[in-house]
């Protein structure tokens, strides 16, 4: 099986501090893909890096066999890859709905006269568009908000749309920084079943998170990370029984617990 | 997607736009029957023209999150150059309109370029400075533009007609003066200025607009090429004010480099931030407002620039959103 | 020819003295706040309108000045307090509405109280030009570049020396942790708005007795002092007396060399290549964005 995400001896320096250093691991198709380790672990680092808002210091990212070096952010939807943020990207001066239409961009035409004009055609594709999208916000579980203004939405809510917008613009692979962050318990099953679910459609799903028992119920790789380097990587049984991630979680009463359970 | 989308009628539709546009044309058609003289059609005709414009630049201010404080440079180029390619070349004032636009579109991108990639204090500070020399272009260079002066524009005419202030005209048997038919001309241009703004907001472009504003990064995720869109809505608010400012040149039938100035900037951007950012209807209340305030400080004119100072201060403190959407979102919450 | 020059030249110093006072005050407002202050130049108004007004009036210039400076320091002070402070959290584009608004206010005042015309203050010196070989320098350039260098150095030692001066640079650099160190913040910013208020006003006293001074004067010179800040890169005092200088000198050179039509365009075409060119300004740091 060939790698659809493949990161080779990637590093980023910021002022001499390695946040990500000679990092290499690769993202098989169809796959759950998980990423943990400490806070400070540089997980988010790699996201940005692996998305274009970073440039490497070292070494590569490829997707699909293309070199994503030197990609500027917005060309990555076009390429297959889209992801959700940690601390929420939602406009706020949009509706909930507008916002997920918005991952559509890439499928839509965009020309001002065509817009100014608003010729049958672009009605058309974009009537097709708002109900895909609808369907979409059912689909990641917020379809009670459909109508309502993106300002008017929950914390948990506004995290199931994010990653809504990121299936709008359909994705190959998904990026998704700490969906669980933040959401009760009630939320983050129900957060499980969507992963679950864009995995069955065939979405690979590269996972950045906290939560012990929501990475190892769904995971089929989990990559730890400590200080920006590769920690251990393998199936949620091997991680569970890795001396070394023990060890560096060790202290954290909470993952503790979610690692011997 | 890979499920069988469900063959019922759609349960989400876009936003009507027809009830907020009928108003708009109804008011706009009732307005001349309470006009009592010819002073009055020429505030309203003003008036007109200038919302024009401002929903033009709301477009780029408060939709796209940009700034522009140079915007009447793009106004002034409309008018002279408009002006210029009638007096100049002998082509008939409304290709020329359209040629000063296509013109002036080519400038916006030419300087958009470079400066729209700057952010905040920045923006402000590269159009403000593109205001300021359009001025001082059109001040120092009296022999093409009469510098401070002014030029004298030829009327706009149609079809060999010549639509002047001062003319008379017989329409479906009915006797309309000509500043009756400036203001036909007016209203439609404004009427058109909001169809095509709440178009374009609606659309996947305006979308992509909009999310400038809201969220760059989350734009740049969803594949909108920043940079680019910039650009666009930067021209597109340039053309409205370019057209706006020709059709003015011709309708006064004189025009001074005042209309350049980095006041008439900050009066346009007052207009936008008073009356509603990211609100159409909201700006053309501001451009009401605005232009209406002088006319009840007859005998106070000292007064005119005091208040208006007040006003943009108090307007940004208390209501930053603006009149509209601020008195808008209270309604709303009052109600069930 | 060298005559020539160096009259130029020393203009342009002159010019760019007083530029440098302008956008130091910019620069003092931004690092304390982040506000770019539009009314700014209005400081200088106030500053020379304010002279001249208390002299009609009969009060000697030596009671004038100070007097007038610290009218403008009140402005100043109650600009913040009236205008910035209740506009929490605002975002930039909203600050800089606002701060042109009280421009506006404050230049529509001295419209309606002080009149529009044009007045002139007298020269400081009886003499009013020297010649120093075959060049003709205005007495008063001395006296504008000797007090801005008065002010300019003793603004660095109220930072340097001062306990107040060091709790303004605190509050710059980090306002939670000043305010966590038992600094009133709120002060502070006040007193930057204050003393921004008293350099500007300064620079318009001297800067009278050359350019005349009436209610509008604040407009170019707030605009140009703008410029010189940002040319500076915003916020870097060095960088503010630097770019003053560079745009009083380019613009002397080129009312004196190329066409004095011109002159008023220079700086707004400096700070385009600039901006062009150097994103941040010539000693602006890079700042990343935080994701």
């Known amino acids: 099986m060939t790698a659809l995400l493949s990161v080779d001896n990637l590093g980023k320096e910021f002022g001499g501090v390695h946040a990500v250093e000679d990092l290499s691991f690769q993202v098989e198709k169809g796959r759950i893909h998980s990423i943990i380790g400490p806070n400070g672990a540089g997980k988010t680092t790699l996201f940005n890096l692996i998305t274009g808002l970073y440039q490497p210091t070292s070494g590569s990212v490829h997707l699909n066999g293309r070199s994503l070096a030197g990609h500027q952010p917005h060309e990555l939807a076009p390429l297959g890859m889209c992801r959700t943020f940690q601390n929420l990207q939602i406009c706020m001066n949009m509706t909930a709905l507008e916002n997920v239409m918005l991952g559509r961009h890439r499928h839509l035409k965009q020309g001002t006269f065509t817009s100014l004009f608003k010729l049958p055609a672009l009605r058309r594709a974009d009537q097709q568009c708002r109900e895909e999208?609808?369907?979409?916000?059912?689909?990641?579980?917020?379809?009670?908000?459909?109508?309502?203004?993106?300002?008017?939405?929950?914390?948990?809510?506004?995290?199931?749309?994010?990653?809504?917008?990121?299936?709008?613009?359909?994705?190959?692979?998904?990026?998704?920084?700490?969906?669980?962050?933040g959401l009760n318990r009630t939320e983050t099953d129900a957060l499980r079943e969507v992963i679950r679910k864009i995995a069955d459609r065939g979405i690979t799903v590269v996972l950045v998170e906290h939560d012990m028992k929501l990475v190892m119920s769904i995971s089929d790789q989990v990559l730890v990370l400590c200080y920006g380097r590769k920690l251990a990587e393998g199936t949620p049984e091997e991680i569970r029984a890795n001396p070394d991630v023990i060890d560096a979680y060790l202290g954290n009463r909470h993952s503790r617990e979610e690692a011997t359970a | 997607m890979s499920e069988a989308i469900p063959q019922s009628p759609p349960r989400v539709r876009a936003t009507a736009k027809w009830p907020g546009l009928t108003v708009l044309a109804v008011v706009l058609l009732v307005l001349p029957f309470l006009a009592g003289n010819d002073y009055h059609y020429d505030l309203m005709i003003k008036i007109a023209l200038t919302a024009g414009v401002a929903v033009g630049l709301n477009l780029l201010v408060g939709y796209a999150g940009q700034i522009s404080l140079g915007h009447a440079a793009f106004y002034a180029a409309g008018a002279y150059g408009s002006a210029l390619l009638v007096s100049h070349y002998e082509i008939t004032p409304v290709p020329a309109m359209l040629l000063a636009a296509v013109g002036v579109a080519v400038l916006a991108w030419l300087v958009g370029r470079p400066i729209l990639h700057l952010k905040g204090h920045y923006l402000s500070m590269a159009t403000?400075?593109?205001?300021?020399?359009?001025?001082?272009?059109?001040?120092?260079?009296?022999?093409?533009?009469?510098?401070?002066?002014?030029?004298?524009?030829?009327?706009?005419?149609?079809?060999?007609?010549?639509?002047?202030?001062?003319?008379?005209?017989?329409?479906?048997?009915?006797?309309?003066?000509?500043?009756?038919?400036?203001?036909?001309?007016?209203?439609?241009?404004?009427?058109?200025?909001?169809?095509?703004?709440?178009?374009l907001i609606d659309s996947p472009l305006g979308r992509a607009l909009r999310a400038l504003h809201g969220s760059e990064i989350a734009a740049q995720v969803a594949g909108v090429d920043t940079a680019k869109f910039k650009l666009r809505v930067f021209v597109i608010s340039a053309v409205y004010a370019s057209l706006a400012g020709s059709l003015y040149g011709y309708y006064g039938g004189f025009i001074t480099p005042n209309i350049a100035s980095f006041t008439h900037s900050i009066e346009l951007i007052t207009i936008v931030v008073l009356g509603g950012m990211a609100s159409t209807y909201g700006v053309i209340l501001g451009a009401v407002i605005l232009l209406l305030i002088p006319q009840f400080l007859t005998g106070f004119q000292e007064l005119e620039m005091v208040l208006f100072g007040a006003i943009l201060m108090a307007v940004m403190i208390f209501m930053p959103r603006g009149l509209v959407p601020t008195l808008a979102r209270r309604f709303q919450k009052e109600a069930p | 020819m060298f005559s020539e020059f160096f009259q130029f030249t020393f203009s342009g110093v002159t010019l760019g003295?007083?530029?440098?006072?302008?956008?130091?005050?910019?620069?003092?407002?931004?690092?304390?706040?982040?506000?770019?202050?539009?009314?700014?130049?209005?400081?200088?108004?106030?500053?020379?309108?304010?002279?001249?007004?208390?002299?009609?009036?009969?009060?000697?210039?030596?009671f004038a000045i100070p007097l007038a400076i610290a009218m403008s320091g009140v402005a100043g002070i109650l600009l913040h307090r009236l205008a910035i402070a209740p506009a929490k959290n605002a975002d930039v584009v909203t600050l800089i509405i606002i701060t042109i608004g009280a421009s506006i206010f404050l230049r529509g005042l001295a419209q309606v109280f002080w009149g529009?015309?044009?007045?002139?203050?007298?020269?400081?010196?009886?003499?009013?030009?020297?010649?120093?070989?075959?060049?003709?320098?205005?007495?008063?350039?001395?006296?504008?570049?000797?007090?801005?260098?008065?002010?300019?150095?003793?603004?660095?030692?109220?930072?340097?020396?001062?306990?107040?001066?060091?709790?303004?640079?605190?509050?710059?650099?980090?306002?939670?942790?000043?305010?966590?160190?038992?600094?009133?913040?709120?002060?502070?910013?006040?007193?930057?708005?204050?003393?921004?208020?008293?350099?500007?006003?300064?620079?318009?006293?001297?800067?009278?007795?050359?350019?005349?001074?009436?209610?509008?004067?604040?407009?170019?010179?707030?605009?140009?002092?703008?410029?010189?800040?940002?040319?500076?890169?915003?916020?870097?005092?060095?960088?503010?007396?630097?770019?003053?200088?560079?745009?009083?000198?380019?613009?002397?050179?080129?009312?004196?060399?190329?066409?004095?039509?011109?002159?008023?365009?220079?700086?707004?075409?400096?700070?385009?290549?600039?901006?062009?060119?150097?994103?941040?300004?010539?000693?602006?740091?890079?700042?990343?964005?935080?994701?």
């Open chain 1, 133 to 181: 999208c609808a369907e979409l916000m059912e689909f990641v579980g917020c379809g009670q908000y459909i109508r309502h203004h993106a300002s008017a939405m929950p914390y948990g809510a506004l995290k199931r749309l994010e990653i809504a917008r990121a299936l709008a613009a359909s994705p190959d692979i998904l990026l998704l920084d700490e969906p669980a962050a």
């Open chain 2, 128 to 199: 403000l400075g593109l205001g300021v020399i359009a001025a001082i272009v059109i001040n120092n260079e009296d022999q093409l533009t009469g510098g401070p002066d002014g030029l004298t524009v030829a009327p706009l005419s149609v079809f060999g007609h010549e639509l002047s202030v001062f003319g008379s005209y017989q329409l479906f048997g009915l006797t309309i003066s000509g500043t009756q038919v400036w203001y036909g001309i007016a209203a439609g241009f404004l009427f058109l200025s909001v169809v095509f703004a709440l178009n």
């Open chain 3, 17 to 62: 003295a007083i530029y440098a006072l302008v956008a130091l005050g910019f620069t003092l407002i931004y690092n304390a706040s982040h506000v770019i202050n539009f009314a700014q130049g209005e400081f200088l108004m106030i500053g020379g309108m304010g002279t001249v007004v208390l002299m009609d009036a009969g009060v000697p210039i030596y």
């Open chain 3, 116 to 291: 529009k015309e044009y007045h002139a203050l007298p020269n400081f010196s009886a003499t009013e030009s020297i010649n120093l070989g075959g060049a003709i320098l205005l007495t008063q350039s001395l006296w504008i570049l000797g007090i801005a260098a008065v002010l300019v150095t003793a603004l660095g030692l109220f930072f340097t020396r001062t306990a107040l001066g060091k709790a303004l640079l605190a509050t710059s650099m980090n306002k939670d942790a000043a305010s966590l160190m038992g600094i009133k913040t709120g002060a502070i910013l006040m007193m930057a708005f204050g003393i921004s208020a008293v350099i500007g006003a300064a620079a318009g006293v001297i800067v009278a007795p050359i350019t005349l001074t009436s209610y509008d004067i604040g407009i170019m010179l707030g605009l140009k002092g703008f410029i010189a800040a940002a040319i500076g890169g915003l916020g870097s005092s060095t960088g503010a007396i630097l770019g003053g200088l560079l745009l009083g000198l380019a613009e002397a050179y080129t009312a004196g060399y190329i066409s004095s039509d011109y002159k008023d365009a220079v700086p707004f075409v400096i700070i385009l290549a600039i901006l062009f060119f150097l994103p941040n300004g010539l000693l602006g740091s890079r700042a990343v964005e935080r994701v």
